[in-house]
């Protein structure tokens, strides 16, 4: 379809994964597909402790991030992640997942906590990770946040 711009371009129908996608590297046109570009996840590192009282996962810092690895450090306590705002349209359909390494212990908690006023399946309450390799799995409908997968 040459000499079209983009938006006069027709919508595509329901994706499968498999369709090519053009991308632009090093000023040459390459081709990628959904299913490489969803698989592809950089950890973000997080290192949580008392000290550090509440960690807004809403904030830039953690605006791209889809997995985040959680490491403690110092002596016992709680931490408080706050979720990012459920209703935004940059969180609306976003999956964040979290999972704590080998220094988590049932006497380190970090609470993953919805934003004031929002809830995580349906409640205001947090869900606590307090050992090693728990993890969780989150999805916001543009509403609220849900638990769709959690490991213990």
Do not use: C
Not at 91 to 96: H, K, L
Not at 106 to 116: E, M, N
Request: cysteine-free.
């Amino acid at each position: 379809m040459p000499n079209k711009k983009i938006s006069e371009l027709n919508a595509a129908s329901a994706l499968q994964g498999t369709e090519l996608i053009p991308v632009v590297q090093s000023s040459e046109t390459k081709y990628s597909t959904i299913k490489d570009i969803v698989n592809y996840l950089t950890p973000k590192a997080v290192t949580v402790s008392t000290a550090g009282g509440t960690i807004d996962l809403g904030s830039s810092t953690y605006a791209n991030s889809e997995l985040i690895v959680l490491t403690w450090s110092g002596s016992t306590g709680t931490v408080q992640l706050t979720l990012p705002n459920a209703t935004t349209t940059a969180n609306t359909n976003r999956v964040i997942r979290l999972i704590s390494d080998t220094t988590f212990t049932s006497s380190t908690h970090a609470d993953l906590t919805p934003a004031s006023g929002q809830t995580l399946d349906g409640a205001s309450s947090a869900y606590r990770i307090n050992k090693e390799y728990e993890g969780v799995t989150v999805w916001s409908n543009g509403t609220e946040w849900f638990i769709i997968q959690q490991k213990a």
